[in-house]
Protein backbone atom coordinates (compact mmCIF):
# COMPACT_ATOMS: atom_id res chain seq x y z
CA UNK A 1 0.00 0.00 0.00
CA UNK A 2 1.35 3.05 -1.02
CA UNK A 3 1.33 6.16 1.82
CA UNK A 4 1.01 9.73 1.78
CA UNK A 5 3.53 11.93 3.43
CA UNK A 6 1.29 12.53 6.32
CA UNK A 7 0.23 8.98 6.29
CA UNK A 8 3.73 8.01 6.89
CA UNK A 9 4.02 10.51 9.49
CA UNK A 10 1.15 8.75 11.33
CA UNK A 11 2.68 5.47 11.61
CA UNK A 12 6.05 7.16 12.63
CA UNK A 13 4.42 8.76 15.28
CA UNK A 14 1.98 6.22 16.35
CA UNK A 15 4.72 3.67 16.58
CA UNK A 16 6.66 5.75 18.17
CA UNK A 17 4.79 6.24 21.17
CA UNK A 18 3.95 2.60 21.38
CA UNK A 19 7.88 2.02 21.69
CA UNK A 20 7.77 0.62 18.18
CA UNK A 21 11.32 0.85 16.04
CA UNK A 22 10.52 2.40 12.57
CA UNK A 23 12.38 -0.66 10.97
CA UNK A 24 9.90 -2.95 11.93
CA UNK A 25 6.94 -1.08 10.40
CA UNK A 26 8.11 0.99 7.79
CA UNK A 27 5.95 -0.02 5.18
CA UNK A 28 2.86 -0.20 7.72
CA UNK A 29 0.07 1.20 6.34
CA UNK A 30 -2.35 3.61 8.68
CA UNK A 31 -4.00 0.90 9.95
CA UNK A 32 -1.41 -1.25 11.63
CA UNK A 33 0.01 2.33 13.25
CA UNK A 34 -3.29 2.26 14.66
CA UNK A 35 -3.28 -0.46 16.28
CA UNK A 36 0.16 -0.19 17.61
CA UNK A 37 -1.74 3.53 19.53
CA UNK A 38 -4.95 1.29 20.53
CA UNK A 39 -3.91 -2.39 21.63
CA UNK A 40 -3.01 -1.49 25.17
CA UNK A 41 -3.47 -4.97 26.61
CA UNK A 42 -6.29 -6.23 29.07
CA UNK A 43 -5.80 -5.76 32.56
CA UNK A 44 -7.40 -7.17 35.41
CA UNK A 45 -11.45 -8.44 35.48
CA UNK A 46 -13.04 -4.74 35.41
CA UNK A 47 -13.09 -1.86 33.65
CA UNK A 48 -14.52 1.50 33.01
CA UNK A 49 -14.44 3.90 29.50
CA UNK A 50 -14.74 7.44 31.07
CA UNK A 51 -15.38 10.60 28.55
CA UNK A 52 -16.49 13.89 29.16
CA UNK A 53 -16.87 17.87 28.60
CA UNK A 54 -17.20 16.43 24.65
CA UNK A 55 -19.53 19.64 24.68
CA UNK A 56 -21.97 18.30 21.79
CA UNK A 57 -19.19 18.11 19.63
CA UNK A 58 -19.90 15.60 16.83
CA UNK A 59 -17.02 15.81 14.16
CA UNK A 60 -13.63 15.78 14.52
CA UNK A 61 -11.50 19.46 15.46
CA UNK A 62 -8.47 20.72 15.48
CA UNK A 63 -7.82 21.40 18.93
CA UNK A 64 -5.10 22.82 20.34
CA UNK A 65 -4.17 22.17 24.23
CA UNK A 66 -3.29 25.10 26.84
CA UNK A 67 -0.20 26.19 27.41
CA UNK A 68 -0.83 27.69 30.69
CA UNK A 69 -2.49 26.29 33.51
CA UNK A 70 -2.25 28.30 36.72
CA UNK A 71 -1.40 26.48 39.72
CA UNK A 72 -1.52 28.67 43.37
CA UNK A 73 -0.55 27.73 46.46
CA UNK A 74 -0.18 23.82 46.98
CA UNK A 75 -1.17 23.42 44.04
CA UNK A 76 1.75 24.75 42.10
CA UNK A 77 4.02 22.93 39.50
CA UNK A 78 1.60 19.87 40.21
CA UNK A 79 -1.04 17.85 38.16
CA UNK A 80 -3.19 18.66 36.89
CA UNK A 81 -1.64 22.46 36.62
CA UNK A 82 1.65 21.14 34.35
CA UNK A 83 1.57 22.16 30.43
CA UNK A 84 4.15 21.08 27.57
CA UNK A 85 7.60 19.39 28.50
CA UNK A 86 6.87 19.58 32.38
CA UNK A 87 3.62 17.31 31.64
CA UNK A 88 5.50 15.21 29.25
CA UNK A 89 8.33 14.77 31.52
CA UNK A 90 5.74 13.68 34.13
CA UNK A 91 4.07 11.31 31.92
CA UNK A 92 6.50 9.92 30.49
CA UNK A 93 6.12 10.34 26.68
CA UNK A 94 8.29 11.22 24.42
CA UNK A 95 8.52 14.82 22.79
CA UNK A 96 7.62 14.91 19.02
CA UNK A 97 5.57 11.22 18.80
CA UNK A 98 1.70 11.56 18.72
CA UNK A 99 0.54 11.25 22.20
CA UNK A 100 3.20 14.57 23.14
CA UNK A 101 0.59 15.93 20.42
CA UNK A 102 -2.46 15.51 22.00
CA UNK A 103 -1.43 16.17 25.09
CA UNK A 104 0.43 19.49 24.85
CA UNK A 105 0.74 22.92 22.33
CA UNK A 106 3.79 22.08 21.06
CA UNK A 107 5.06 22.28 17.68
CA UNK A 108 1.39 22.81 17.56
CA UNK A 109 0.93 24.00 13.70
CA UNK A 110 3.54 21.28 12.32
CA UNK A 111 1.92 18.24 14.07
CA UNK A 112 -1.74 19.29 13.63
CA UNK A 113 -0.93 19.36 10.15
CA UNK A 114 0.61 15.84 10.50
CA UNK A 115 -1.52 13.91 12.53
CA UNK A 116 -4.90 15.92 11.61
CA UNK A 117 -8.35 16.49 13.63
CA UNK A 118 -9.31 14.69 16.70
CA UNK A 119 -12.49 13.64 17.97
CA UNK A 120 -15.28 13.29 16.33
CA UNK A 121 -18.70 11.01 17.71
CA UNK A 122 -18.13 8.95 14.71
CA UNK A 123 -14.60 7.78 15.20
CA UNK A 124 -15.07 7.89 18.90
CA UNK A 125 -17.71 5.24 18.65
CA UNK A 126 -15.12 3.12 16.71
CA UNK A 127 -12.81 3.40 19.94
CA UNK A 128 -15.30 2.84 22.46
CA UNK A 129 -16.11 -0.57 20.38
CA UNK A 130 -12.92 -1.16 19.88
CA UNK A 131 -11.94 -1.51 23.80
CA UNK A 132 -15.20 -2.91 24.59
CA UNK A 133 -14.69 -5.75 22.19
CA UNK A 134 -11.29 -6.42 24.15
CA UNK A 135 -12.75 -6.00 28.26
CA UNK A 136 -16.18 -7.70 28.32
CA UNK A 137 -18.63 -5.85 30.75
CA UNK A 138 -16.77 -2.35 30.73
CA UNK A 139 -18.99 0.27 31.31
CA UNK A 140 -18.75 3.62 29.59
CA UNK A 141 -19.23 6.27 31.47
CA UNK A 142 -19.62 10.10 30.78
CA UNK A 143 -18.77 13.02 32.67
CA UNK A 144 -21.08 15.15 31.25
CA UNK A 145 -21.10 19.08 29.41
CA UNK A 146 -22.65 16.82 26.59
CA UNK A 147 -25.73 17.93 25.70
CA UNK A 148 -24.63 22.01 25.04
CA UNK A 149 -21.96 23.66 22.85
CA UNK A 150 -22.99 23.47 18.96
CA UNK A 151 -25.79 24.57 17.03
CA UNK A 152 -27.10 21.53 16.39
CA UNK A 153 -27.60 20.84 20.26
CA UNK A 154 -28.32 24.39 20.23
CA UNK A 155 -31.73 24.04 17.44
CA UNK A 156 -32.63 20.75 18.49
CA UNK A 157 -32.55 21.08 22.55
CA UNK A 158 -29.88 18.43 23.13
CA UNK A 159 -31.99 15.50 20.95
CA UNK A 160 -28.99 15.01 18.94
CA UNK A 161 -26.41 14.38 21.62
CA UNK A 162 -29.28 12.65 23.28
CA UNK A 163 -29.70 10.03 20.67
CA UNK A 164 -25.79 9.71 19.82
CA UNK A 165 -25.04 9.42 23.63
CA UNK A 166 -27.71 6.41 23.77
CA UNK A 167 -25.95 4.83 20.44
CA UNK A 168 -22.54 5.41 21.37
CA UNK A 169 -23.39 3.00 24.17
CA UNK A 170 -23.27 5.48 27.63
CA UNK A 171 -24.06 3.23 30.21
CA UNK A 172 -24.07 5.94 33.37
CA UNK A 173 -23.46 9.64 33.34
CA UNK A 174 -23.66 13.01 35.63
CA UNK A 175 -24.41 17.03 34.13
CA UNK A 176 -23.53 20.12 34.45
CA UNK A 177 -24.41 22.25 31.55
CA UNK A 178 -27.37 19.68 31.12
CA UNK A 179 -29.23 21.84 33.43
CA UNK A 180 -29.52 24.72 30.91
CA UNK A 181 -32.19 23.04 29.50
CA UNK A 182 -34.28 23.54 32.12
CA UNK A 183 -35.75 21.44 34.87
CA UNK A 184 -38.11 19.67 33.00
CA UNK A 185 -36.24 18.98 29.78
CA UNK A 186 -33.31 17.48 31.71
CA UNK A 187 -36.14 15.15 33.29
CA UNK A 188 -38.14 14.59 30.26
CA UNK A 189 -34.57 13.30 29.00
CA UNK A 190 -33.92 11.05 31.73
CA UNK A 191 -37.35 9.45 32.45
CA UNK A 192 -38.14 8.65 28.87
CA UNK A 193 -34.63 8.68 26.61
CA UNK A 194 -32.37 7.26 29.18
CA UNK A 195 -35.30 5.14 30.68
CA UNK A 196 -33.93 1.72 30.89
CA UNK A 197 -30.46 2.24 28.89
CA UNK A 198 -28.77 5.38 30.65
CA UNK A 199 -28.00 5.97 34.54
CA UNK A 200 -28.20 9.51 35.14
CA UNK A 201 -26.66 9.93 38.72
CA UNK A 202 -25.87 12.65 41.13
CA UNK A 203 -25.76 12.37 45.24
CA UNK A 204 -25.27 16.38 45.35
CA UNK A 205 -28.48 17.58 43.56
CA UNK A 206 -31.69 17.55 46.15
CA UNK A 207 -34.74 19.72 46.25
CA UNK A 208 -35.11 22.76 47.72
CA UNK A 209 -37.68 22.09 50.27
CA UNK A 210 -37.58 19.08 51.90
CA UNK A 211 -33.92 17.80 50.51
CA UNK A 212 -35.12 15.07 48.56
CA UNK A 213 -32.45 13.71 46.05
CA UNK A 214 -33.56 14.17 42.67
CA UNK A 215 -31.77 12.31 41.00
CA UNK A 216 -30.58 8.28 41.84
CA UNK A 217 -26.78 9.17 43.79
CA UNK A 218 -25.78 6.00 42.62
CA UNK A 219 -26.06 2.92 40.80
CA UNK A 220 -24.46 -1.14 40.95
CA UNK A 221 -23.60 -2.50 38.51
CA UNK A 222 -21.47 -5.83 37.84
CA UNK A 223 -18.52 -6.12 35.79
CA UNK A 224 -17.85 -9.63 35.30
CA UNK A 225 -19.72 -10.58 38.42
CA UNK A 226 -17.89 -7.94 40.46
CA UNK A 227 -20.17 -5.66 42.42
CA UNK A 228 -18.82 -1.98 41.34
CA UNK A 229 -20.57 1.63 42.30
CA UNK A 230 -20.56 4.41 40.30
CA UNK A 231 -21.74 7.34 42.37
CA UNK A 232 -22.64 10.92 40.21
CA UNK A 233 -21.74 14.08 41.35
CA UNK A 234 -22.95 16.66 39.77
CA UNK A 235 -20.76 20.06 39.40
CA UNK A 236 -21.21 21.40 42.45
CA UNK A 237 -22.03 25.25 41.48
CA UNK A 238 -24.72 25.57 39.35
CA UNK A 239 -26.57 27.33 40.48
CA UNK A 240 -24.16 30.46 40.74
CA UNK A 241 -22.07 29.61 37.41
CA UNK A 242 -25.40 29.72 35.30
CA UNK A 243 -28.96 31.09 35.52
CA UNK A 244 -30.59 30.25 38.84
CA UNK A 245 -34.12 29.67 37.43
CA UNK A 246 -33.04 27.16 35.05
CA UNK A 247 -32.58 24.97 38.44
CA UNK A 248 -34.82 27.24 40.98
CA UNK A 249 -36.30 24.26 42.65
CA UNK A 250 -32.80 22.05 43.08
CA UNK A 251 -30.37 22.72 45.58
CA UNK A 252 -26.29 21.68 44.45
CA UNK A 253 -22.86 21.49 46.45
CA UNK A 254 -19.87 19.67 47.28
CA UNK A 255 -21.46 17.65 50.15
CA UNK A 256 -18.27 15.99 51.24
CA UNK A 257 -19.89 14.27 54.09
CA UNK A 258 -23.20 12.95 52.25
CA UNK A 259 -20.83 11.80 49.72
CA UNK A 260 -19.14 9.64 52.43
CA UNK A 261 -22.53 8.30 53.14
CA UNK A 262 -22.85 7.07 50.01
CA UNK A 263 -19.73 5.70 49.90
CA UNK A 264 -20.26 3.97 52.73
CA UNK A 265 -23.92 2.38 51.73
CA UNK A 266 -22.86 1.16 48.69
CA UNK A 267 -19.57 -0.90 50.29
CA UNK A 268 -22.74 -2.22 52.52
CA UNK A 269 -24.36 -3.05 50.12
CA UNK A 270 -21.41 -5.39 48.64
CA UNK A 271 -19.78 -3.33 45.83
CA UNK A 272 -16.25 -4.24 46.06
CA UNK A 273 -15.26 -1.16 43.60
CA UNK A 274 -16.55 2.16 44.10
CA UNK A 275 -16.08 5.11 41.39
CA UNK A 276 -16.84 8.78 41.57
CA UNK A 277 -18.36 9.86 38.35
CA UNK A 278 -17.31 14.09 38.62
CA UNK A 279 -17.94 16.79 37.51
CA UNK A 280 -16.32 18.91 39.83
CA UNK A 281 -13.25 19.75 38.34
CA UNK A 282 -9.74 18.13 38.88
CA UNK A 283 -8.59 20.35 41.91
CA UNK A 284 -11.62 19.93 43.67
CA UNK A 285 -11.50 16.14 43.01
CA UNK A 286 -8.06 16.07 44.56
CA UNK A 287 -9.57 17.86 48.10
CA UNK A 288 -12.76 14.95 48.10
CA UNK A 289 -10.31 12.32 47.21
CA UNK A 290 -8.14 13.45 50.22
CA UNK A 291 -11.44 13.65 52.41
CA UNK A 292 -13.89 10.75 51.82
CA UNK A 293 -12.47 7.21 52.45
CA UNK A 294 -13.45 4.08 50.61
CA UNK A 295 -13.62 5.32 47.35
CA UNK A 296 -10.97 3.96 44.22
CA UNK A 297 -11.55 6.28 41.99
CA UNK A 298 -12.64 9.54 40.78
CA UNK A 299 -13.20 10.02 37.26
CA UNK A 300 -13.74 13.81 36.95
CA UNK A 301 -14.55 16.12 34.63
CA UNK A 302 -14.98 20.27 33.58
CA UNK A 303 -11.47 21.31 33.75
CA UNK A 304 -10.85 19.57 30.39
CA UNK A 305 -7.53 18.41 31.86
CA UNK A 306 -6.59 15.67 29.65
CA UNK A 307 -4.44 13.89 31.89
CA UNK A 308 -1.64 10.85 30.77
CA UNK A 309 -1.12 9.48 34.80
CA UNK A 310 -3.83 8.97 37.54
CA UNK A 311 -3.01 10.95 40.59
CA UNK A 312 -2.78 8.66 43.91
CA UNK A 313 -4.23 10.66 46.81
CA UNK A 314 -3.63 9.22 50.64
CA UNK A 315 -6.95 9.38 53.04
CA UNK A 316 -7.75 8.06 56.34
CA UNK A 317 -9.32 5.19 54.93
CA UNK A 318 -6.27 4.25 51.93
CA UNK A 319 -5.86 5.86 48.73
CA UNK A 320 -7.89 6.96 45.60
CA UNK A 321 -7.03 7.10 42.09
CA UNK A 322 -7.95 10.72 40.06
CA UNK A 323 -8.14 11.47 36.75
CA UNK A 324 -9.89 13.47 33.79
CA UNK A 325 -10.11 13.08 30.43
CA UNK A 326 -9.73 16.33 29.02
CA UNK A 327 -12.72 17.67 26.63
CA UNK A 328 -13.87 18.13 23.22
CA UNK A 329 -14.87 14.27 22.01
CA UNK A 330 -10.72 14.17 21.87
CA UNK A 331 -9.83 11.27 24.49
CA UNK A 332 -10.88 8.05 25.86
CA UNK A 333 -10.05 7.36 29.02
CA UNK A 334 -9.55 3.58 30.10
CA UNK A 335 -9.12 2.36 33.54
CA UNK A 336 -8.45 -1.32 34.42
CA UNK A 337 -8.71 -2.88 37.57
CA UNK A 338 -7.64 -6.21 39.22
CA UNK A 339 -10.43 -7.34 41.86
CA UNK A 340 -8.82 -10.22 44.67
CA UNK A 341 -10.25 -11.55 47.57
CA UNK A 342 -13.09 -8.31 46.95
CA UNK A 343 -11.29 -5.17 46.96
CA UNK A 344 -8.90 -3.78 44.32
CA UNK A 345 -5.17 -5.11 44.33
CA UNK A 346 -3.98 -3.04 41.20
CA UNK A 347 -5.08 -0.75 38.21
CA UNK A 348 -3.54 0.35 35.04
CA UNK A 349 -4.66 3.31 33.49
CA UNK A 350 -4.11 5.09 29.64
CA UNK A 351 -5.40 7.67 27.86
CA UNK A 352 -6.21 7.59 24.48
CA UNK A 353 -5.89 10.08 22.10
CA UNK A 354 -9.52 9.85 19.06
CA UNK A 355 -7.30 10.86 16.06
CA UNK A 356 -9.84 11.47 13.17
CA UNK A 357 -7.24 9.88 11.00
CA UNK A 358 -6.40 6.87 12.87
CA UNK A 359 -9.23 5.63 13.30
CA UNK A 360 -12.07 4.84 10.91
CA UNK A 361 -15.60 5.93 11.29
CA UNK A 362 -18.25 3.87 12.79
CA UNK A 363 -20.66 3.58 10.07
CA UNK A 364 -23.95 3.63 12.20
CA UNK A 365 -23.06 6.90 14.34
CA UNK A 366 -21.54 8.58 11.07
CA UNK A 367 -24.89 8.17 9.58
CA UNK A 368 -27.19 9.13 12.37
CA UNK A 369 -24.55 12.16 12.69
CA UNK A 370 -25.31 13.02 8.69
CA UNK A 371 -29.10 12.57 10.04
CA UNK A 372 -29.36 14.83 12.43
CA UNK A 373 -27.30 17.52 11.15
CA UNK A 374 -29.11 17.29 7.31
CA UNK A 375 -31.89 19.59 8.56
CA UNK A 376 -29.71 22.62 9.71
CA UNK A 377 -26.72 22.59 7.51
CA UNK A 378 -28.08 25.08 5.35
CA UNK A 379 -28.77 27.42 8.14
CA UNK A 380 -27.59 31.12 7.05
CA UNK A 381 -26.81 32.41 10.09
CA UNK A 382 -26.13 30.52 13.77
CA UNK A 383 -28.93 32.53 15.09
CA UNK A 384 -31.60 30.52 16.68
CA UNK A 385 -34.10 33.18 15.76
CA UNK A 386 -33.32 32.37 11.86
CA UNK A 387 -34.40 28.34 12.64
CA UNK A 388 -37.79 28.21 13.12
CA UNK A 389 -39.94 25.00 14.23
CA UNK A 390 -36.97 23.91 16.28
CA UNK A 391 -36.58 23.67 20.09
CA UNK A 392 -34.40 26.05 21.48
CA UNK A 393 -32.40 26.68 24.66
CA UNK A 394 -31.66 30.12 26.16
CA UNK A 395 -29.20 29.13 27.74
CA UNK A 396 -26.99 27.26 25.23
CA UNK A 397 -27.17 30.43 22.56
CA UNK A 398 -23.63 31.40 23.62
CA UNK A 399 -20.71 31.92 21.08
CA UNK A 400 -20.11 27.81 21.16
CA UNK A 401 -23.24 27.39 19.04
CA UNK A 402 -21.90 26.95 15.75
CA UNK A 403 -22.09 23.83 13.54
CA UNK A 404 -18.47 22.13 14.23
Not at 54 to 73: D, T, V
Not at 96 to 103: F, N, P, S
Not at 191 to 211: L, P, R, S, Y
Not at 373 to 402: E, Y
Request: proline share 4%; net charge neutral; glycine share 10%.
Amino acid sequence: MNLTKREFFQVLGAGTMAGMGLGAYAQADVATAANGLYDIPKFGNVSFLHMTDCHAQLKPIYFREPSINLGFGSMKGKLPHLVGEHLLKVAKVRPGTAEAHALTYLDYEQAAKRYGKVGGFAHLATLVKRMKASRPGALLLDGGDTWQGSGTALWTNGQDMVDACKLLGVDVMTGHWEFTLGMERVKEIIEKDFAGKVDFVAQNVKTNDFGDPVFKPYVIREINGVPCAIIGQAFPYTPIANPRYMVADWAFGIQDENMQKMVDECRGKGAQVVVVLSHNGMDVDLKMASRVSGIDAIMGGHTHDGMPVASIISNKGGKTLVTNAGSNSKFLAVLDFDVKDKKVADFRYKLLPVFANMLPADAEMDALITKVRAPLASASSWCPRQMPNIGTSVASSSAMALIA
